[in-house]
């Protein structure tokens, strides 16, 4: 075994070795601010889980009425099926009516009521199908868009629904001074998107 030597330094409890400590790792953390394009999560440790249930479906109900105010998905196939499920729909609800008013007056009325009863039950279920085979998956994946975007993609997003209810508001406004001479009621619509454009401004 090798021999310490006794004029080491390290051996020498009368010398101050003079210690360095490290750094901490907060020291290394950024100290600009994030930007609000970017998505800042903080801790998870400091909250509890009703907390964090709370603020899912805070986000949940601000991005369904994010969806709900846009009209829903702008593709043109999932509107063209959607009019079709509407129609469908409507009309299974006259064929049961019809039912109810022809099934009690016996006879061929009966039959008839009998055969509008069919007629309602085949459209029910092809508007069932329409909308799980093209009107669901479609919606599905236009929320799963929404919620998948960033604070200023919502913010741009819901500026431009803002700015097209507003050009429908308008349009609308003019048809009635053209046709009906509502001026009072084109001026109130028109105040009305004023003020929403300041709101929208202010946010």
Not at 40 to 56: D, G, L, P
Not at 123 to 144: D, G, N, S, T, Y
Not at 168 to 186: C, D, I, S, T
């Amino acid at each position: 075994m090798a021999q310490r030597n006794p004029m080491n330094e390290r051996y020498n409890p009368d010398l101050d070795h003079g210690g360095k400590t490290k750094k901490s790792a907060a020291s290394a953390k950024p100290k600009r601010k994030a930007s609000e394009g970017v998505r800042v999560q903080s801790s998870s440790t400091n909250k509890t889980k009703e907390q964090k249930r709370k603020e899912a479906s805070e986000r949940r109900k601000e991005d369904r009425s994010r969806i709900y105010a846009s009209g829903g998905p702008q593709d043109p196939v999932y509107k063209k099926w959607r009019k079709v499920w509407w129609t469908l729909m409507i009309l299974t609800a006259l064929c049961t009516g019809a039912y109810v008013v022809l099934a009690p007056r016996g006879g061929t009325l009966a039959t008839a009521g009998t055969v509008t009863l069919v007629l309602a039950y085949i459209m029910l279920a092809a508007a069932v199908f329409i909308e799980f085979k093209f009107c669901r998956p479609i919606r599905k994946q236009f929320e799963r868009q929404m919620n998948n975007m960033t604070v200023a993609q919502k913010r741009r997003y819901d500026a431009k629904i803002a700015e097209e209810r507003a050009q429908k508001k308008a349009e609308k406004a003019a048809r009635g001074g053209l046709f009906g001479g509502n001026k009072k009621k084109a001026d109130a619509v028109a105040k009305e998107i004023e003020e929403e454009e300041e709101q929208a401004s202010k946010k």
